[in-house]
């Protein structure tokens, strides 16, 4: 009882930065003045650092793979980071990009918490290696977090349905993924919409309601991401159709080659 009370407090701070961070130029006019100063991005990229940290630490205490799962963990993040690399160095279609693919399948075969950690990680470690950083960098750690976290709750409502290992798994993980595909930049966007002077009519308006700000949003998102945005989708459904089956049972090796067996009574240890 205890460990989930734990586990739900985390989830629900992550969840609760984000949407706090996000919405905050909305409800706070201030917020579009400090948002992306060179003062408050370091303090949220450190906030996010120290609390993957805060959720390793848990995950050392209540996982029985422990310090093992975490290694394998960091060679995931180390595997994605190159490939958001590789992508940058040599550019794929427009939006494509492989790193979800990954971050989804951590999140939903090790769950939620892992999940975030492999997306924020992932985000923190490869735009260090690509020169990425800036006030873009927490949005895409949280960003790329909730879609770890988030396919963690999949993996529950697949056992309850028994949907677990069947050929069904794979076709809803691939739907997951292009949602997702489309989310992701539909929510990168929100980061930096509220503070862009372009357009008329595609650009937020302190005056305006939420309904025409809305429509504002949609206009600007129609007109510069859709694109994009499905491409990512795209390729995020062919890589999850050819590689997710053979991904999840090498994670499946791994939780059977690095779990703990109970010693019998009588046997040696």
Do not use: H
């Amino acid at each position: 009882m205890k460990l989930r009370l734990q586990s739900l407090l985390i989830n629900s701070f992550v969840f609760l930065l984000g949407i706090l961070s996000l919405l905050a130029p909305f409800v706070v006019p201030q917020a579009r003045t400090s948002t992306f100063s060179s003062t408050s991005f370091p303090v949220m990229v450190s906030l996010i650092v120290v609390l993957c940290v805060l959720i390793l630490l848990f995950e050392a205490q209540s996982t029985l793979l422990n310090a093992k799962l975490i290694a394998f963990l960091g060679v995931l993040i180390a595997l994605n980071a190159g490939l958001r690399f590789l992508e940058i160095a040599i550019p794929g279609p427009a939006g494509f990009s492989p790193v979800f693919f990954l971050i989804i399948l951590t999140g939903y075969y090790f769950g939620g918490r892992m999940g975030f950690l492999m997306g924020a990680m992932t985000m923190l470690v490869s735009g260090l290696l690509t020169g990425g950083v800036g006030p873009w960098l927490p949005g895409q750690m949280i960003t790329a977090g909730w879609v770890g976290q988030s396919a963690g709750f999949l993996r529950f409502i697949f056992r309850k349905l028994n949907f677990a290992g069947n050929p069904v798994e794979i076709i809803f993980l691939a739907i997951f993924s292009a949602i997702w595909g489309m989310l992701y930049g539909a929510i990168m966007n929100l980061w930096f919409w509220p503070f862009l002077a372009g357009a008329p009519g595609q650009t937020w308006f302190q005056g305006a309601s939420l309904a025409e700000n809305f429509g504002r949003y949609l206009t600007y998102y129609l007109a510069t991401s859709v694109v994009w945005d499905v491409t990512r989708s795209v390729g995020n459904v062919l890589v999850v159709s050819f590689f997710a089956r053979p991904v999840l049972q090498i994670f499946d090796r791994f939780n059977r080659r690095f779990s703990f067996q109970i010693v019998k009574e009588g046997e040696p240890l």
